[in-house]
């Protein structure tokens, strides 16, 4: 790791226990409303957020309902909410309690995708998965047969949600059977040419600055086989947590050029990123069009945009 990365990483890191992430976040969602690249030609649009760590604090619930709040302050319509994984920060039922308050009373996002993370999972795995399935199958109204993994079809587009199967303290353990879920899913969704998104909490190996940025940050012992498996078929988009990597350089990796396979890490909520623009409370909107696919940084907890470098990506599909 070099004497840069060490000192940015570890300098957010010990900013994380500052008092002022207790601070609310007031909203500019009226003055910085969501604006789309061509709303009539819009098919399909989605919030992605990550590592919510969520405590057992107001502050935190508060800041979390901003994300609901900009979402119909600022206009956007959204038709979906990503939450790539780390939902709570300990797995305490009473931290689950808080961010669900949120979600279960809210219209902003018609549907909800969820997986967990490592800090759902390490300490108590069985049953962080089967109250957050059950969370899953409420607001999709589908059986994932007690699964950690699922598949949902929005307006004809595919998103697959993959999740580890096991306990482990920062890796993921994805079994055969998930791996062939997702060979089968891809086929299915991209038969008409459309784009297919996945997420996943934990990120490919030697993507997004790993293992510098991270040593223990990638998927584990599956991530070559589910990454060949994804390169296999066009149009693509894998969207991560885990990283806490701010937008930088590294937030947009391209894993296979010629069929058009991309990997977004989104920026943490709840505390300050690590590198780039290491605003907390970021994350990406996506919209989906005939032609192209579009992520646009926002500052969720706040209601602003983002000026910056890495701050919007335009893909064209093929």
Not at 97 to 113: C, E
Not at 172 to 183: G, M, N, P, R
């Amino acid at each position: 790791m070099s004497a840069k990365i060490f000192i940015l990483k570890y300098v957010a890191q010990l900013k994380a226990l500052n008092p002022k992430y207790d601070k609310v976040f007031e909203l500019q969602s009226e003055k910085n409303p969501v604006v789309y690249q061509n709303r009539d030609e819009l098919r399909l649009s989605f919030a992605a957020v990550a590592d919510t760590h969520l405590p057992n604090r107001e502050s935190a619930s508060l800041n979390l309902n901003n994300l609901v709040l900009d979402a119909e302050k600022s206009g956007a319509g959204y038709d979906a909410l990503l939450m790539a994984g780390d939902i709570a920060d300990w797995g305490f039922h009473s931290e689950y309690k808080r961010f669900f308050d949120v979600l279960d009373n809210q219209t902003a996002f018609p549907h909800i995708f969820i997986t967990m993370g490592n800090h759902d999972v390490r300490l108590f795995f069985r049953r962080s998965m089967k109250y957050l399935t059950e969370k899953v199958n409420q607001y999709l109204g589908i059986d994932t047969k007690g699964k950690s993994y699922y598949s949902y079809d929005i307006k004809g587009y595919t998103f697959i949600v993959l999740c580890t199967e096991k306990k482990l303290l920062e890796k993921a353990s994805l079994t055969k059977e998930q791996i062939a879920f997702l060979d089968s899913e891809l086929a299915r969704g991209t038969k008409d040419g459309k784009p297919v998104f996945i997420m996943c909490h934990q990120a490919f190996k030697n993507t997004h600055g790993l293992p510098e940025v991270w040593k223990t940050g990638d998927m584990g012992n599956e991530s070559d086989e589910v990454r060949a498996v994804m390169e296999k078929y066009k149009n693509v988009f894998f969207l991560n947590g885990h990283l806490h990597g701010g937008i930088f350089e590294k937030t947009l990796e391209v894993l296979n050029k010629e069929n058009n396979v991309y990997s977004l890490s989104v920026p943490g909520y709840r505390k300050e990123n690590n590198f780039g623009i290491n605003d907390c409370g970021t994350g990406y909107y996506g919209e989906v069009y005939d032609d192209r696919v579009v992520f646009t940084a926002r500052k969720f907890i706040s209601g602003e945009y983002i000026e910056g470098d890495y701050t919007k990506f335009e893909i064209k599909l093929i």
